[in-house]
């Protein structure tokens, strides 16, 4: 794969090249990005559209936050709608033997 003798070249060349490649790897990524977008805009201008149109994200519909369904009798700031994992507050709670029915709003 190699064209190069690493065997004859001196240890300061080596050490000038381990500093200059990376150099020129981000060289010709920029390019190669450069050249990626203007492709994208030729073909994004052949179907009819700008690169922001095709690029623009569509959003997802705004979810509502669900409403409580549980409160903490001891501090009713701390609530829990239903979903996702128990709150330390509830957890204790079942184990005192109280049910979620008793911290229903």
Known sequence: MSTIDYSTLSHSQLVQMLKEIPVEIKKREKVAKRDLIRKIEQLA???G???????A???KPS????APKYANPEN????WTG????PHWVLDALETG???EDLAI
Not at 63 to 66: H, I, P, Q
Not at 76 to 79: A, D, G, H, L, V
């Open 45 to 47: 201008e052949e179907s």
């Open 49 to 55: 559209f700008s690169l922001d149109e095709v690029m």
């Open 57 to 59: 994200t569509t959003s």
């Open 63 to 66: 979810t509502k936050k669900a």
């Open 76 to 79: 009713t700031e701390q609530t």
């Open 83 to 86: 979903r996702g994992r128990k």
């Open 98 to 100: 109280k049910t979620l």
